[in-house]
């Protein structure tokens, strides 16, 4: 049997060796231990302090970073809303309270700073002690966050100012108050759109809140992620400033000239304006009266004392405010009265039934079904051509004509004029009229003779402001907007709103005969007093009687356009129960009509007449 080798390598560990290792484990054991009880002791006498720089830095390093509502401006670039940056105190309860010495200096600061109630802060510490995220105020300004910023940064003469730091954030702004209120809206709960573009347009307003990540240190060697916030688009409107601030100059100057203490105030219930770029559908302007501060839409003060205010009821406040924020333009229906009467001539000559060479002799009444329905004129015209009778706006002359159209033809025209049907404008709210139109089952002869002149059935302003557009331009149905394109932040476009032919309505010999007649309405007829010099207007009158009949309501309107080849602009004046003695005179509406148009028509280029278009007219 071999004999097993020995392995030179192994050594005997002698009894030294064995001592001192012993020695060396006991000591590595006594030094954690040592380890162990030194940080039990940190952590109870000071731990506050440690884990309040640990949480300083998270409170700052770890939040959100808001983003920035995209801006609405006009045409021209210029901003109507915006949103400014702003920031919110906050206050770290847990780190001012974890020094008595930290307590009223930091007090002191946030009551000289930024002027918060000291009793408020004591109150806090009381309530909440624990709490690492107080808002104190909101909407602090930049001069006001760079003061502080001084003090928190001068350890100096501030050393033990402690828990208070600053979260940016932004508050929107209506830099021209009640200008195009109807048309902008406002938003609530920061930013979510109420009411007209604000609404409409509120998710491409709208942008993506940012986020810091990192718990960092002056020592440490980690480094923070930022996730920058995606700010939302700019919305670049249809509306005109200059002409939307010469629309209202005038609505106020018509309800102040006409105010009473028996109308709380108003010239009249409402009073609203469009006015529209009929080649494409785009709103230059749209006002109503009353409107109101977008800055404090909740504001009721410049429409009711301080004592009407303190007797209404929350719900009378609500209905109030609805009543303020509601769009006229857009929401309201009611019957257009005679602004309707081309709409029917038109008819009549695209079916064939009118040809123009047309003669009528108004008496002043006509007798349909049971019904005596007078003209406006009740001792009558006497005899007059198809275009007289819409210069002279002649009730019995549409009566005759909407019975050669027949129910049927009436009703389908209504239709493809856009009547009863939405228009698709680009602002909430707008008012249905579905079922305020006749169809031809329900259509007896005296509803089709009323409906030809204007009653008895409802629209919209904008409805027929659209519609009109189509009359003038050869035809052509624009969907009516008020965006026309969308930019980045930077200012890089992203989308353009191009117009939107939906359909035809007439054809272009039609639509010349019919403003060849509402020419002849601003010379010689019912608008004469809507006229502007030097500027070829056409345009239509209407009066409609409210219901019930016979209360002495009315409806005023007049819708103009110019110049009289192609269109450029088109003018619609609503004047809806003026406060007058005597409310069925179209006067209010067509010389509103003639100072708007007489101040936008040069401002916006519009066409004047030539010397020989002149002297053709004065002939």
Known sequence: MARQKKNPFKKKISKFMQKKLVLLFMGIVLAFVFLVGRITYINASSGEKYTKVVLDQQQYNNRTIPYKRGDIVDRNGTKIATSERVYNVVLDVKVMLSDEDYIEPTIQVLTDCFEIDEEDVRKLMEDKPSSRYSVLKKGVDYDTAQKFEKIDADEKNYPDVKGIWLEEDYVRKYPYNTLASDVIGFTVDGNVGSNGIEASYNSILNGTDGREYGYLDESSTFERTVKEPDNGSTVVSTIDLQVQSIVEKYILAFNEAHKNEASKGEGSKN??????????????????????????????????????????????????????????????????????????????????????????????????????????????????????????????????????????????????????????????????????????????????????????????????????????????????????????????????????????????ETSEIIKDYMRGVVEEGTGSSAGVEGYDIGGKTGTAEKLPRGNGKYLVSFIGYAPQENPQVVVYVVIDEPNVAEQASSSYATEMASGIMSEIFPYLGVEKMTTDETDQVQE
């Open 271 to 508: 009073t609203a304006v469009i006015v529209m770029n009929p080649q494409n559908g785009e709103i230059l302007a749209e006002a109503s009266y009353p409107n109101y501060d977008l800055n404090s839409p909740r504001d009721l003060s410049a429409y009711y004392s301080e004592e009407e205010l303190e007797q209404m009821t929350d719900e009378e406040k609500v209905n109030a405010l609805n009543e303020l924020w509601n769009n006229f333009c857009v929401s309201n229906t009611y019957e257009p009265g005679s602004t309707f009467k081309p709409f029917t001539i038109a008819a009549g000559l695209e079916t064939g039934v009118l040809t123009g060479d047309e003669g009528y002799v108004c008496g002043g009444v006509m007798h349909v079904g049971d019904h005596d329905i007078h003209c406006s004129n009740r001792s009558g015209h006497g005899p007059e051509t198809l275009k007289q009778s819409l210069e002279n706006s002649c009730n019995v002359a549409l009566m005759q004509i909407g019975a050669s159209l027949g129910a049927e033809e009436f009703c389908r025209y209504q239709k493809l004029f856009g009547f009863g049907e939405y228009t698709g404008i680009d602002l909430p709210g707008e008012g249905t009229t579905e079922g305020l139109l006749y169809t031809p089952e329900n259509m007896d002869a005296a509803s089709l003779a009323t409906n030809a002149f204007g009653q008895n059935f409802n629209v919209t302003m904008t409805q027929l402001a659209a519609s009109f557009c189509s009359l003038i331009n050869g035809g052509n149905y624009y969907k009516p907007h008020v965006v026309k394109q969308i930019q980045d932040e930077n200012g890089n476009v992203t989308e353009n709103k191009d117009p939107v032919l939906l359909k035809k309505t007439i054809s272009e």
